[in-house]
């Protein structure tokens, strides 16, 4: 494992959609390694691929604060998504002076495939929910300062 240079706002990579994974190989596998170690050293709770230099729709997640839990996802889909959440959210790849206020469904279902090619479907709520759609718009090119809050 190898910790990766988190791309900052500006770069072109953090912009692009993402393409999709067509096979889970030793370089995947590598990325994925390298990017849990990324996220937890920087003492994040998500991280894309785009953030580390790669345009694949590969994430990983901490879907829980209190828990040491990762989730790596490749090729997640949103597929179903309700309730709305109002908070505060920041960004490795963001200075955090833009921290701000975002939407985001408070459940969604999350499909995607893990690192052994096995296939999930399952519900995400409140937090877990917003990381998830905070890490799977870093794959279409949309970082959360974006869709700044400014509502009630």
Same mark, same amino acid.
């Given at each position: 494992m190898a910790l990766r240079n988190i791309f900052k706002e500006g770069e072109p990579i953090l912009r692009r959609v993402a393409r999709e994974v067509?096979?889970?190989?030793?370089?995947?596998? @590598?990325?994925?390694?390298? %990017?849990?170690? @990324? %996220?937890i050293?920087?003492?994040?709770?998500?991280?894309?691929?785009?953030?580390?230099?790669?345009?694949?729709r590969i994430i990983v997640?901490?879907?829980?604060?209190e828990s040491d839990e990762i989730v790596e996802m490749i090729n997640p889909v949103i597929s179903e998504q309700s309730g709305v959440q109002v908070g505060v959210e920041g960004c490795l790849s963001v200075d955090s002076s833009k921290n701000c206020k975002i939407a985001r469904p408070m459940r969604l279902k999350i499909e995607y495939t893990d690192r052994n090619g096995v296939r999930h479907?399952?519900?995400?709520?409140?937090?877990?929910?917003?990381?998830?759609?905070?890490? @799977?718009?870093?794959?279409?090119?949309?970082?959360?300062?974006d869709k700044e809050y400014r509502g009630r």
């Open positions: 067509g096979g889970i190989d030793e370089r995947v596998v @590598t990325l994925l390694d390298d %990017m849990r170690e @990324t %996220m050293k920087a003492d994040g709770v998500g991280l894309a691929a785009p953030q580390v230099g790669v345009s694949k997640i901490k879907p829980d604060a479907s399952e519900y995400a709520l409140g937090f877990k929910a917003r990381v998830i759609c905070h890490e @799977t718009d870093h794959l279409n090119g949309i970082l959360f300062i």
